[in-house]
């Protein structure tokens, strides 16, 4: 089903199969909503509410935070808009307010495309598509981004779904246990969050960081980036999020996302914190523009393609 009518934060595409329901805005191609049987597994937004904290929303060029809004490449320049002041950065891309058109869609299946044009910060143009399907098996993402443009261009995906494993009230995070299979994360400064360095999980802090076995979440604040993620035998790395009683939501990225963002949601305009737990699948890690880390850089009609999957657990 899609919604003719255009409200907040877009044209509204629905989607159903197997016990899923996946509600996609157009505005940013974010995921608005996603039902198991009834049971949220994102922290849903209204159709007609400003998209909140970047919830379900796409990433591109770049996820994550370019410190002042600037990077060289290809020995030019380029600056970027500052749209976090306080931490003068440029964050979360260029694509999270355009308007995706409807490319394709069934029952269980929707393509959205938008085109990103050229402009004084990124001067190239990229066409971008994401399609959004359910099964049984729960909604497997992907998105595909092409460079239109006569130059190489530099690239980063993302996404940024908060996931839920209960009723998102606030603090809810605390009792949840969290499972991420990564040998190592990045520490950023406390006023910026910006890179500081990588470290082993094991090894900084007495483990504190260490999600390699499930744990609970507790009073632990994340706003960090995880790579190194141990993978199944079908190349995906997984990530879950249960309740006491085992009931959740797994994440499973493929080989191009490298890096996961975990945010236990600590800054929030809604006086709602800890409410939902952002794991946000990058191509790279935060200020990648700059460090070149894992950036991804696009010849001229070259595609570049990143997939993740959302699934429930437990009970329904």
Known sequence: MTDP?????????????GGYRASLASKGASLRALTHHGRDLVVPFDADEERPAMRGALLAPW????????YSFDGRTHLLA??????????????????FALRE???????????LEPSHGYPWRLDVQVEVAVTADGLAHTVVARNESATPAPLGLGAHPYLIAGPPRPHAVDAWTLEIPA???????????????????AAHDGGALDFRAPRAIGACELNHAF???????????RLRLTSPTCAGVELAVDGAY????????????????????????????????NSKHDLIVLDPGEVATAAFRLRAIGTR
């Open 258 to 289: 490298r890096w996961v963002q975990a945010y236990s949601s600590d800054e929030v305009e809604d006086g709602r914190p800890r409410t939902g737990l952002a794991l946000e699948p990058m191509t790279c890690p935060p200020d990648a523009l």
């Open 227 to 237: 790579t190194a993620l141990r993978r199944d035998a079908d190349g995906f790395a």
């Open 105 to 115: 869609r069934a029952h269980s299946r929707v393509v959205l495309g938008a085109v």
């Open 82 to 99: 500052i749209d976090e002041p306080a931490r003068r950065t440029a964050n979360h891309g260029l694509v999270a307010d355009l308007d």
């Open 5 to 17: 009518v255009r409200a907040a934060s877009g044209r509204q595409h629905v989607i159903t199969a």
């Open 63 to 70: 996820p994550n935070r370019t410190a002042g809004g600037r």
């Open 183 to 201: 040998a190592r994360v990045m520490l950023v400064t406390p006023d910026r969050l910006l890179p500081d360095r990588i470290v082993e999980v």
